[in-house]
């Protein structure tokens, strides 16, 4: 079975999505560990109440040792893949290293369009808003250095509604998201996509 680590710093919904297609036989992958930058976040405590083992781990945890602490940890739960899932921090050089290729990401917009630094959250909604565009949707992309960089293997489309704020689109994107990072993660698991 596909061996997974996640880092996130938020709620952890995509995280979830994607423990529940484990869990219900939609994905055949093992969730091992999920590291979070930020202590608060709701990813660590629904990890634990999952039985899922879940560290903080940052900048202030680790000064100077984070990405090294980050790989150990990967390694030490025998992870194969990671997903990250809204992680705000970007990874170091022995992460990216140990596991080029084997990285993925999640970003709410139809990349390239809408990506790079600053957009994050509700502020690529706003943007893409801005931009008159006429829709949206949701990306899933190997992770290389920069940000929202990289092979893109999945894109789903959503179309904007009038009247859209960026709230109701950030809700509509999020569910696409949900669905086509499991999907994704389905299809690498079964040797579909293949990361190297
Ligand atoms: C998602 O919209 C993801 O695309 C972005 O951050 C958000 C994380 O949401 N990078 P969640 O923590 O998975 O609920």
Redesign the pocket.
């Known amino acids: 079975m596909l061996k997974l680590g996640f880092l ?1 710093s ?6 979830q999505a994607i423990v529940e297609a484990c869990r219900t036989g939609g994905l055949d992958a093992e969730p091992c560990v999920v590291v979070s930058n930020n202590s608060r976040s709701g ?1 660590l405590e629904k990890a634990r109440e999952q039985g899922i083992a879940a560290y903080h781990l940052s900048e202030r945890t680790h000064p100077g040792g984070l990405d090294e602490m980050i790989l150990a940890t990967m390694r030490r739960h025998g992870v194969e893949v990671v997903c990250l ?2 992680y705000m921090k970007s990874l170091g050089l022995r992460m990216l290293a140990a596991y080029g290729g084997r990285i993925l990401n ?3 917009s139809l990349l390239p369009k809408y990506g790079g630094q600053g957009m ?2 509700l502020h690529v909604h706003e943007a893409v808003l801005a931009g008159g565009e006429s829709e949206s949707g ?1 990306t899933i992309h190997l992770v290389v250095g920069a940000y929202d960089e990289g092979r893109v293997l999945a894109q789903e489309r959503v179309p904007l509604l009038s009247g859209d704020t960026p709230a109701d689109l950030q809700v509509r ?2 569910a696409v ?1 949900h669905r086509i990072y499991a999907a994704t993660l389905a299809r690498v698991a079964r040797g579909e996509i293949d990361l190297g």
């Open positions: 996130a938020h709620t952890g919904s995509n995280v990813v899932a809204g999640v970003h709410p994050y959250g949701a994107v999020l998201e």
